[in-house]
Structure formats: structure tokens, C-alpha cells
């Protein structure tokens, strides 16, 4: 679809989402903030290859939405419709990461800026698959301590 040249933003209205792995201490707690951005002295590691749907609200779906991130974790996508509502969610991840449901809005206005800016940044945290195997005793349940267990690829 040909968009009338009135409906595209004047300027390059940006949209640039971040996808960084969830950040976690040694004892496994998060050390992202609400906000979704790294806890002040921590860095997150930057994903590349994971795939987000970026669509205006209520759209259907196709191909021509879908962008994915460069090898510093990030999209850019540039002159989006004005006064239009748009939709951001994870379409497909990369081996070792659980797919996010997490869906993020935002509203390019008649001005054609988001927020009143040219560019709106969006962080996407994603957790790692993580595994933890414990050998317990069968008679009453408690974890073996000092247990060894080899741990094979099939």
C-alpha cells in the first residue's frame, strides 16, 4: 500500500527499539530496573537476531513488518505514519532466549513525533533459558550435598 505523502511523518520520525539480555547477580535476582534499562554500574549484552513485529494498532500482520536487530541489539525504523497508534512485539527469538509477550505501544501525533520527539527508544529485556538440577534423596526428599552429575549434549 502507497501511503499519500500528507500521512508520513515530515521529518524521520525514529523509532529505535533495544533488545538486551535480562541481566541477573550471582544469586539470580535482576539487576534491570522497572524502567527495563540496565541498574546503575551494569551493562546488558546487546542481542542481535531477535525479530519484532511493528504494526499500526489493529493492522493485520505481514512480512513488511518485521525488523530485526543489528549486532548491537537495536531497529531503527523511520518515517512512520502520523496520527496513527502503533504496536511493537517480539515476533521471534534466538536459540537460548524465551520469546517475550510483552507488547509496547506508542502514538506518532498529526505532527508526526512521538512524545513530542523525533525519536523513541524502546528497551526490550529478555531472559535467558536457565536449568537447575538438583539430585534429592528419594526417601525424604532433601538435596544430596556434594551430589556429581554429568550434564551431555544428545
Known sequence: MVLPI???ADTPTTLKIKKIDSLQD??????VGEDGQPAEGAEAKALEGIT??????????SDDQLYTTDKDGNIKVEYLKKST????????TI??????????EFTVDDKGQIEGRDIKELTFTNVPNQVAISKTDITNGNELPGAEMQLTDM
Do not use: W
Open 26 to 31: 550471582k544469586d539470580g535476582n535482576s539487576i
Open 6 to 8: 500528507t500521512d508520513i
Open 85 to 92: 497508534t502503533y504496536t511493537v512485539k517480539e515476533y521471534k
Open 52 to 61: 519484532f513485529r511493528v504494526k499500526a494498532k489493529g493492522a493485520e500482520d
Open 95 to 104: 536459540p537460548g532466549y524465551n520469546l517475550s509477550d510483552e507488547v509496547k
